[in-house]
């Protein structure tokens, strides 16, 4: 458990299909992620929200739509899409003001199947 | 900007000492962080050094050299279940950045 928790765990959609993920986290942090890892690929990073404000698109397509209502809450919504978007997603949280340590914390993911 | 670089695989076995190292190129950082994944499962923080030297946390340890621009990370008394990926990690200067993650090494520990 490392505070940061997903919902769901798994999910298989059609492509035309419409689903959000949810991630939240307990620990008070103010900086928020979502990621993407596709199998034996590294992490990518698709959006950054600091103080609930997006600061970073890796220019993600816009059949992902991320919304971060407060501090505590991250979603991505998910439309249309694609099989080569089937991957495992990642939502993570750190919080800033104590530069000696930069520890992310990552939720265990949701695993998408897009058929 | 800033760019990372580790070994993609590496092999050991069980009971053996075993050096992860990461290079990079950046233009200043907070400290260099070690994460491990395991298949299928998310990324787990392991260690973290703020400044030069050595840190040891049980079997692991870390080791940051600013003036070489070189980390590693040390496993020792390997195991089965030390098999997984291993992630260096910076976090530029530059405002809330978010973390650079290198590529990611594939440990193997074989019996």
């Known amino acids: 458990e490392t505070g940061v928790t997903q919902t769901p765990r798994h999910l298989v959609m059609g492509m035309t299909n419409k689903k959000s993920l949810k991630c939240e986290q307990h620990?008070?942090?103010?900086?928020m992620y979502w990621y993407k890892q596709s199998a034996k690929k590294p992490l990518e990073l698709m959006f950054v929200?600091?103080?609930?404000?997006?600061?970073e698109n890796n220019s993600v397509p816009s059949r992902f739509s991320p919304e971060c209502p407060n501090s505590s809450h991250l979603f991505l919504h998910l439309h249309t899409l694609q099989p080569e978007d089937s991957a495992l997603y990642l939502c993570?949280?750190?919080?800033?003001?104590?530069?000696?340590?930069?520890?992310?914390?990552f939720g265990p993911g949701t695993r998408l199947t897009v058929l | 900007g800033q760019s990372l670089e580790q070994p993609s695989e590496v092999t050991a076995v069980e009971g053996a000492i075993v050096q992860i190292n990461c290079t990079y190129q950046?233009?200043?950082?907070?400290?260099l962080s070690w994460y491990q994944q395991h298949d299928g499962g998310a990324p787990t923080f392991l260690s973290y050094?703020?400044?030069?030297g050595l840190e040891e946390t049980g079997r692991f340890s870390s080791f940051l050299s600013r003036s070489d621009s070189y980390g590693y990370l040390l496993l020792q008394e390997l195991q089965m279940k030390d098999s997984a990926s291993y992630f260096c990690?910076?976090?530029?200067?530059?405002?809330?950045?978010?973390?650079?993650f290198g590529k990611g090494t594939m440990l193997l520990v074989s019996p």
């Open positions: 993570a949280s750190i919080g800033f003001g104590n530069a000696s340590t930069d520890t992310q914390y």
């Open positions: 620990l008070g942090h103010n900086a």
């Open positions: 929200y600091n103080f609930k404000e997006q600061t």
């Open positions: 950046t233009s200043g950082f907070y400290g």
């Open positions: 050094n703020g400044l030069d």
């Open positions: 990690a910076v976090r530029p200067r530059s405002g809330y950045s978010t973390l650079t």
